[in-house]
């Protein structure tokens, strides 16, 4: 019971969401070519400006090399095995959920992610994207009442390409990255949010991701805009089936905050991590950004990551305008042979701006934890805050946690700290609680829990729950 | 050696023979004890005597090996038991040091405390609300401020603090056999009394306390039934309350005496069964 | 290796010739800005240094240290004696291929190896350039016996106006419980480069303190290394350096604790002023045998000017679980209400802000070696109060 041998065993857990759903799937032929690019463009009958974005980001690509500079290791990606569009065979999408095929309605609900309207969350609306198709997303009417434009990204593109076009890769270039120039290219589908003016979104917007074929890449695209003095908090949920193989997953997310606007964006992030010898899991190499354009505005990342064999991902600021506030809260779990190097980068552009950054590694097995991080201030963000405290809790003494927090600063008025700190479940805390009647499990999950208490406290209230349930069920098992 | 107080009433625990060692240092080496309902026994000692090994051996710490002898808890074999089901079964002890648990809410770790006791009482759990109507009440046995339920498990709390959120604890578990370990030491006047205060009005004929202290002070608040003398992993001498008085005025040389007979004995022993 | 014989430049001409010609003294091509460790210290500009071996001031024989005075305890070696230990260091700590570790052993540095036995007390150790341009190098080997102790102060000085670029070079080997109190006062001018490694072996129960204070140098890059080989060693390091007008100083340090038990204190503070830029770069590694390693690290930035620049980078890597690890970083310009603090005692702004320049500094330069003091080491960071 001394050892900490037995509380790694307690970090074990079974993947529940492992199963793969029979569908008939339209995909196309594996491999990357201009071809491959002009064919899903056509497939989804996109105007020119699009399929223009989509082949200057390719022609970018050929030329850029995969990063080689975050703390992971994995056989090279090869390009050309993966297939690049896949959606479940249904014509159309439908007007109505009766339409949908029920199979992937029980899909989501085994996922806990009822769909229908009987047992949908009253006050959560979702969309629900299966392989690269958004498949349905519920509430669209009563959002709309409101001037909240919520549906699938190709929807958006057909329906508002005025919106696309203004504000697609204004945030994350299509040449930001290896991986983001890759996403441009061949992006699927995603989520597309507008609050407009004035307007506080009447209810939480949610999307599902499931990636169920083996061999899919899955490159979805989000783009969430809020226009002046609006606010919207937005959730993403990950899951997939447990392949033997790595499932390459390229996502990019833009966010635009316009004058006093308010984008709150949560991610629970389980997709499958592979096994205990690290065979099998999704590659999770995402580019998140969110722009601060608007004076006063504010941006708030929050993520809960305790998926994926591989996560490469550092949702950022870019704190342009004056008095924005840009916050980035991270619980990041691994595992096993999981490997994660994630953590934010809080540009501070414009005056007083100021930034947050609070992240909680928890390292067991034989993973490995990286937290990553830029605060930059630049010349004219006089009077720029940011504060940054990163923890790190080792369990197991074959995990590793690593820190690289950058600090790079301009600006003599201003102000950075920051703080970071390793720790373990140390057996004196364990007996305490032991000794007040709490079981070895429970008090484990109660430090755990406790650990990452500041980071669950940002979470919405409908999901913090949940992702402290996600925890705890990453910490069931046997004590041994 | 332990004096028979009330020897009508049942025994609660019952040391007999007691060794026990951490990482190989034998600390304890043959402590003999019983304790029945409606007693308040103390354990005075030097520093390195072996009375807070024997509150952590009791209390179940992974870090402490039972070498030889037996501890019944009302009949039951307590060293079989994990550390929390000896807690839910009644078994209390007071940290000298309680450990912080930063993140942890005191509020949260209180109630999920007592709900493992009720649970094996047979009693009703209690949700958030039906807790914060207890724990409120219990607060007055410490003059504790209802704050402290909000911050983290002794985080940031002073000594004097902390040792009033264990006699919390205490008054929520309401255990059968309560140890408290150098619960004193560290506190000023004011807060010895609250504290003492707190033992006093838990105490009951239906169950007993252990105290381990260096110090009179504290017996000058809660009375003892008796009083033994630790030293060198063993109780050398038990008496009334008269004896913590006469360690007062005395102090401890005579125990060397003592020892140096007591090993003289030992020494000799083998000879004498020869 | 022994003593620098004076070699005529390969070349004339300035600029690009001159960093062709440092790339074939190190044997190596020069660092660029895409690797990380250089990312934020540009060597092109040592373009401006002369080709020419600037000659380490010397007495007979070439030898810049012949009438060295050794305090008792300390013996210099020479021969197959010297070269025994020599590169162990560099090695164990993982920076014997670094391109300023070649070029100084392209440089052909003048070499001092010395031993130290007992309690050696303290000895100061003058490091001077006569006149001319170019590269001057100096190596330096310290090896300490078990349970020996020494005071040590290196103070590394170009000659005055004169476009030099020095390379020092120091190993030390700790012995068991051996202690060694390093400091190096390295005090240049906007003509002038350093590049400077210090890389040290410490065995159990040994004391290192090394303090690297610099200002002044048109580029000056610091390069502390340390590897407690079987860890249960102390280690503090301390540093300070100030930049003002278009200087750039660099401090990369780098410990690892190669066994359990070891201890870490590190203090690196830093102030730009001018279009400065200040880089500091902090690895502490804590393998998984490197049980109940307590390290903490803290980086503290005063930013003087909204011209000056910083760049700060821990990097923490741990595999053990029963580790206390902390580090901070704090960059802030001087306290506005400690200013006008003493600014309401009839202390002008100007005063005030030295004033509390000076205490930010004092921090790290008491913990220089006594023989420090002489130097005046406060004027020469930030001039006459």
Same mark, same amino acid.
């Not at chain 1, 508002?160 to 589908?189: I, K, M, Q, W």
């Not at chain 1, 989000?222 to 919207?232: D, F, G, P, Q, R």
């Given at each position: ?106 899909? &989501? ?93 009447? =209810? ?37 089936? =447990? ?31 592979? %096994? ?114 990163? %923890? ?58 406790? &650990? ?10 409908? &999901? ?17 | ?32 004890? !019983? ?13 390195? @005597?072996?009375?807070? !090994? ?12 039972? !070498?030889?002898? @037996? ?113 004193? @030491? ?22 007993? !306390? ?9 017996? /000058? ?15 050398? #001498? ?22 140096? #007979?007591? /090993? ?11 | ?58 007495? *007979? ?77 100096? *190596? ?60 040290? *072996? ?184």
């Amino acid at each position: 019971m001394s050892s900490t041998a037995t509380v790694g065993d307690l970090v074990s857990q079974n993947y529940k969401y492992g199963f793969v759903t029979d569908i008939a799937t339209d995909k196309i032929a594996k491999g990357l070519s201009e071809e491959v690019v002009r064919l899903i463009s056509s497939m989804k009958q996109e105007p020119a400006f699009l399929l223009d974005f989509r082949l200057r980001a390719y022609r970018q690509w050929l030329q850029m090399e995969e990063p080689d500079w975050a703390t992971l290791g994995y056989p090279p990606i090869d390009y050309q095995e993966i297939i690049y569009y896949a959606a479940p065979k249904q014509q159309q999408k439908k007007s109505s959920l009766d339409e949908v095929d029920p199979k992937l309605l029980e899909t &989501f609900e085994k996922l806990g992610i009822p769909l229908s309207e009987q047992k949908r969350l009253s006050n959560v609306a979702v969309d629900a994207v299966f392989d690269s198709v958004s498949i349905a997303t519920t509430f669209r009417e009563q959002l709309a009442e409101h001037g909240v434009i919520f549906c699938s990204i190709s929807e958006a593109v057909k329906d508002h390409p005025e919106l696309v076009e203004r504000y697609l890769g204004t945030v994350v270039p299509t040449n930001d990255n290896y991986f983001a120039a890759l996403n441009s290219a061949v992006f699927s589908d995603g989520s597309f949010v507008f609050i407009p003016k004035g307007v506080e979104c009447p =209810m939480e917007l949610s999307t599902y991701f499931r990636i169920n074929s083996g061999d899919t890449g899955q490159f979805e695209r989000t783009l969430i805009i809020a226009e002046e003095a609006s606010t919207v908090s937005y959730l993403e949920g990950c899951t997939a089936p =447990m392949f033997d193989t790595n499932q390459l997953h390229a996502a990019v997310v833009e966010l635009v905050a316009l004058d006093d606007a308010s984008i709150k964006y949560s991610t629970v992030q389980n997709w499958y991590a592979g %096994d205990e010898n690290g065979v099998g899991g999704i590659y999770n190499f995402v580019t998140k950004r969110g722009q601060c354009r608007g004076d006063r505005s504010r941006i708030s990342w929050t993520q809960v990551e305790t998926g994926s064999a591989i996560t490469w991902k550092y949702p950022s600021c870019v704190l342009q305008g004056a008095d924005s506030v840009g916050e980035f809260y991270s619980v990041a779990l691994t595992n096993n042979r999981q490997q994660a190097d994630t953590g934010t980068k809080m540009v501070h552009v414009g005056p007083r701006t100021r930034s947050t950054i609070v992240s909680k590694g928890i390292s067991a097995g034989h993973s490995a934890n990286s937290y990553r991080g830029l605060v930059q201030i630049g010349p004219k963000a006089v009077g720029a805050r940011n504060y940054s405290q990163c %923890d790190s809790m080792l369990i197991g003494d074959q995990a590793a946690a690593n820190t690289y927090p950058y600090i790079r600063c301009q600006q003599p008025q201003s102000s950075i700290e920051h703080e970071a700190s390793t720790c373990r479940i140390s057996e004196d805390q364990l007996f305490y609680l032991q000794s007040r009647g709490i079981g070895f499990e429970e008090a484990v999950s109660m430090m755990v829990s406790g &650990f990452c208490r500041d980071v669950f406290n940002q979470l919405p209230m409908e &999901f913090a729950a949940e992702a402290d349930k996600l925890l705890a069920l990453k910490l069931e098992g046997s004590v041994g | 050696m332990s004096a028979v107080i009330r020897p009508d009433a049942p025994v609660l625990l019952e040391i007999r023979d007691l060794h026990a060692s951490v990482e190989n240092q034998p600390i304890l080496k043959g402590v003999n004890l !019983t304790i029945r309902a409606g007693e308040i026994h103390a354990v005075m000692g030097r520093n390195g @005597s072996g009375k807070s !090994t024997l509150s952590k051996v009791l209390a179940g710490h992974p870090a402490y090996t039972v !070498t030889a002898g @037996s501890v019944f808890y009302r009949g039951e074999n307590l060293l079989d038991l994990d550390p929390e089901q000896r807690s839910r079964i009644g078994l209390f002890l007071g940290f000298q040091y309680p450990v912080e648990i930063p993140g942890v809410s005191n509020l949260e770790f209180l109630r999920v405390a007592t709900n493992a006791r009720r649970k094996e009482r047979g009693d009703e759990e209690l949700d958030t609300f039906a807790f914060e109507d207890v724990v409120r009440e219990r607060l007055s046995v410490v003059q504790m401020d209802p704050a402290f339920l909000d911050r983290s498990v002794n985080e940031g709390f002073s000594g004097g603090e902390k040792k009033r959120n264990e006699i919390l604890q205490m008054a929520l578990l309401e255990p059968v056999v309560a140890i408290l370990d150098e619960t004193d @030491s560290g506190l000023d006047i004011d807060a010895l009394r609250i504290v003492a205060g707190g033992v006093n009005q838990l105490s009951s004929p239906d169950n007993a !306390t252990l105290l381990i202290t260096h110090y009179q002070r504290l017996l /000058d608040l809660i009375t003892p039934d008796a009083v033994h003398v630790m030293a060198a992993g063993r109780i050398l #001498r038990s008496g009334g309350k008269e004896l913590a008085l006469e360690l007062e005025r005395s102090g401890y040389d005579w125990v060397d005496a003592e020892l140096a #007979r007591l /090993d003289g004995e030992a020494e000799r022993q083998p000879l004498e069964v020869a | 290796m022994v003593a620098a014989p004076v070699v005529t430049a390969a070349a004339a001409g300035s600029g690009a010739p001159a960093l062709a010609w440092l790339a074939e003294l190190a044997g190596a091509p020069l660092p660029t800005r895409r690797q990380e460790d250089w990312r934020f210290t540009d060597l092109t500009a040592l373009a401006a240094i002369p080709v020419g071996v600037a000659a380490p001031a010397a007495g *007979r024989a070439l030898d810049p240290w012949a009438e060295l005075n050794l305090p008792a305890g300390v013996t210099r070696l020479t021969g197959t004696a010297a070269e025994a230990q020599l590169g162990t260091a560099l090695a164990a700590s993982g920076c014997d291929q670094h391109w300023p570790v070649l070029l100084n052993g392209g440089a052909r540095p003048a070499l001092l190896v010395l031993k130290v036995e007992g309690d050696a007390g303290s000895l100061e150790l003058p490091l001077p350039v006569s006149a001319g341009e170019g590269v001057a190098a100096w *190596r330096l080997l310290l090896v300490l016996e078990p349970g020996a102790r020494l005071e040590l102060l290196q103070v590394p000085a170009p000659a005055p106006g004169q476009r030099q670029l020095l390379s020092l070079v120091s190993e030390v080997v700790l012995g068991e419980g051996a202690r060694l109190q390093l400091g190096c006062l390295a005090q240049g001018h906007n003509h002038a480069a350093l590049l400077h490694h210090l890389a040290v *072996r410490q065995a159990s129960a040994s004391e290192l303190q090394a303090t690297l204070v610099s200002s002044g140098w048109g580029l000056a890059r610091h390069e502390p290394r340390v590897v407690q080989e079987q860890g249960a060693a102390r280690t503090r390091l301390l540093g300070l350096q100030r930049v003002d007008g278009r200087q750039l100083a660099d401090t990369h340090s780098f410990v690892r604790f190669d066994g359990p038990d070891g201890e870490l204190d590190q203090l690196h503070k830093a102030v730009a002023d001018g279009s400065g830029r200040s880089v500091f770069n902090g690895a502490v590694q804590v393998p998984r045998l490197a049980q109940r390693t307590n390290a903490a690290q803290l980086s503290r930035t005063l930013l003087l000017s909204d011209r000056a620049r910083i760049d700060t980078k821990p990097e923490l890597e741990i595999v053990a679980d029963d580790v206390k690890c902390a580090h901070g970083a704090t960059v802030s310009q001087l306290q506005s209400e400690e200013l006008f603090y003493l600014r309401s005692r009839g202390i002008d702004a100007t005063t005030a802000a030295g004033l509390l320049q000076r205490a930010f500094c004092h921090e790290v330069l008491r913990e220089l070696p006594a023989a420090a003091h002489r130097h005046d080491p406060m004027t020469a960071l930030l001039g006459a109060a």
